[in-house]
């Protein structure tokens, strides 16, 4: 590793303080699980100083006022995962933090990292913006409120300003009656990195009409994003396996349209349409467990 | 670039030092402190060779820089024994055969560890969730999961 000035900051006011002296010339330091691989490439170039933020305590924690769920931006994967809140009112992230990685990795990696290093492949951010999650972002003059969808530019880029720091962020409750699943495809079950996935939410009337619908891939678009597209085929109709299957075919369609025909697509054009016809099934009950799967065709 | 002042406790031995903060942990334990029990693998928290418990946490030793123990606690595979007397988990590691290379492990045992310690009554999924950080390549698996439950028993 190439030498780097290292500034522990021990709260958020000293971390903005930090970043207001040094803007772009600093990466900020949190669970370390992706900035200490890069900083230890050779052809990348080495920050000027290295803004650790690990010790700030008001950054930790899961909190659910008012019909709400705010998450502190240093909270770690393993720490949502037990989070008893987070799987009443949004068990789709329970299980997108479940996957990440290793028990290693999910132990020191915090979902504002995940948000931040804005990787395709991140497995917090589809659940979250199907949740409709807000995050805030602090300066030292500074602190506002943007939607998460509209934080990311293209892959590890974001609209973050360099002297700007994620602090919380925080999405509605979803309610008892509306269910949610997330799916994910690696190349192997553990220690994997997202191929595609796939967050979905799914509210149903007494009826069983499907009355409001939220469908996120992940790994499939350059910028993440409902696919509403998708999610108004599903409006006002019962579910059903031709249903849901036209609505994966729709994402998959979207997705294209999006990224043109690429090497991978002969391969993620059908996968992705299953993804999200099996993660509407689990929404309904249709399907448990994708472990349950008997024949991979299905 | 200066050093950095740690004070941190390391398999219950306090230290306070003066570090260079481009050290990842996993460095330090091995070519500071002579800690080789600790191994070096990926380097890209891939394989799990590293682990060790931060705070009673398995993390991967490479993904830490050395300042960030500051205040904090760390075990290592060396820390297992006590009075000159194995660990359970490690003598039934050697009781299964479930060490054939060895290189992964010190950091199986750290995982195990954890896990443990939170968890005395794990079932096999919750054993096999918590080695899946972990890769032995000599594909001891069964061995490995036998001797932590046997230690659960």
């Known amino acids: ?259 043109g025909r690429r090497w991978s697509t002969e391969y993620k054009e059908p996968v992705i349409a299953t993804l999200v016809r099996r993660a509407l099934e689990m929404c309904v009950g249709d399907l448990k467990d994708l472990k349950d799967l008997k024949d991979l065709k299905d | 670039m200066s050093t950095v002042t740690i004070n941190t406790k390391i398999n219950n031995r306090k230290y306070s030092l003066a570090v260079a903060p481009n050290t990842t942990l996993l460095h330090f334990l091995r070519e500071e402190l002579g800690l080789t029990g600790t191994k070096c693998g990926c380097e890209i928290g891939e394989c799990g060779a590293c682990t060790v418990l931060l705070n009673g946490e398995a993390v991967n030793s490479c993904l830490v820089l050395v300042p960030q123990i500051d205040g904090k606690e760390i075990l290592t595979v060396e820390g297992l024994a006590k009075d000159g007397k194995l660990h359970p988990l490690q003598e039934s590691f050697m009781d299964h055969d479930a060490v054939h290379c060895g290189f992964c492990t010190p950091g199986m045992l750290m995982s195990a560890k954890a896990l443990l310690d939170k968890n005395p009554d794990p079932d096999e999924k919750e054993i096999r969730t918590a080695i899946s950080g972990n890769l032995c390549r000599c594909t001891g698996y069964v061995q490995i999961v036998d001797a932590i439950k046997e230690v659960v028993k």
């Open chain 1, 1 to 259: 590793m190439k030498p780097f000035e290292y500034r522990a900051v021990h709260s958020v006011e000293e971390a903005v303080s930090v970043l207001a002296e040094y803007g772009s010339d600093a990466r900020i330091l949190a669970g370390g699980t992706d900035l200490l691989i890069e900083l230890r490439k050779q052809n990348v170039k080495t920050p000027k100083v290295v803004i650790d933020i690990s010790f700030i305590k008001e950054l930790r924690g899961i909190e659910s006022p008012n019909g709400t769920v705010m998450l502190q931006s240093l909270t770690t994967h393993s720490e949502i995962v037990n989070s008893k809140v987070v799987q009443q009112y949004a068990s789709l992230l329970t299980g997108a933090a479940s996957v990440i990685g290793s028990p290693q990795i999910r132990n020191k990696g915090t979902v504002g990292g995940n948000i931040m290093n804005a990787a395709t492949c991140a497995d917090t951010v589809p659940p979250l913006i199907a949740l409709g999650a807000k995050i805030t972002l602090k300066s030292k003059t500074n602190s506002r409120q943007i939607d998460l969808s509209d934080l990311f530019i293209k892959p590890y880029q974001t609209k973050a300003k360099p002297e700007e720091i994620l602090t919380e962020i925080q999405f509605p409750k979803l309610s008892s009656n509306v269910k949610s699943s997330f799916i994910k495809l690696g190349r192997r079950n553990a220690l994997s990195i997202s191929r595609l996935s796939v967050a979905a939410i799914l509210t149903q009337d007494k009826n069983g009409k499907i009355t409001d619908a939220r469908i996120v891939p992940g790994a499939a678009l350059p910028v993440w994003r409902r696919v509403t597209e998708a999610e108004i085929l599903l409006i006002g109709k019962k579910p059903s396996k031709e249903l849901f299957t036209a609505a994966g075919q729709k994402v998959s369609e979207v997705m294209i349209s999006h990224t």
